[in-house]
């Protein structure tokens, strides 16, 4: 049985997107990341970066904590629940329309 | 992930292999069994500076993450692994030591190769290790370890002289890591990178 055009559409595109997708994966597999260290895992620039938090946030799929260290801004994020759950219900679909696929 | 690529963990089990070997040292000078209190030592020195190094030397070139409950357990699971194996090598030891003035026939053939089972249980938890943090050079500490201490039995060579020699290996390989990890990732001066815009 081949995957139908609706499985692929139904996806959810704004994890979709590959920068975004690489953002979803670090974020999932920690508690909370800062900045940086999603900067250097992803290779991205600053604003790159940034414009695509963004976006997750407005979905609110990443919660971004801004605050003070030691008197040094500090960049917490985190996947809030409703954004691990669109995570996993991302990757069921996507292991589901690429697992019907013929060897 | 590049947050184990800073050496310091090399750092820690090297030193803790190396002070196993200076144990056994002044084991034999002062007759008085360090070895035994060894991991208490290991554990409420090195863990501390090994933290404060983290924070100092690690996050700020690469940021900060927290790994949460799954990353908790992984780091519980080392630092408990390392006081059992440290617990462990203890033990042996000091059951080896108190076996050479009159043992049982059973603990004579445990301990004939008792090298060759140590250098088995530090391939085994250096395979653990590296199958559970993802750092595959820990199978290669694990396998050098087995390599030396068979060699060690076969050719006669003390216990502490491998120890000490597996030690400086595992720091010197440390050291390397750290210097590489600091010339990939040089401190950022001017603004905090770990801002979001």
Known sequence: MSPSDADIQNVDRLIHEPSRLTIMMHLYVVESADFQFLQNQTGMTPGNLSSHLRKLEDAGYVEVTKEFVDRTPHTALKLTRKGREAFKEYRKDVKRFIGKLPE | MSYHQDGLLDMVIGLYALSFGLGI???????????AIMPAIMISIVLPI???????????????VKFGARGSN???AIFLGLAVAGLGVSLALSVFMIGQNGRPVWLEILFQYGMIWIGLGAAV???LFAYTMGLKRLHGYGLLTLALFVSGHFLGIPFEYLLLTIGSVIIASGAALLVQFIQRYPLQKGAPANVAQ
Do not use: C, Y
């Open chain 2, 25 to 35: 040292f002044v084991d034999k000078i002062l007759e008085f069994s360090f070895v």
């Open chain 2, 50 to 64: 090994w933290i404060h190094a983290k924070k100092k030397i690690t996050m700020p070139r690469i940021g900060f």
């Open chain 2, 74 to 76: 992984k780091l519980f």
């Open chain 2, 125 to 127: 938890i250096g395979s």
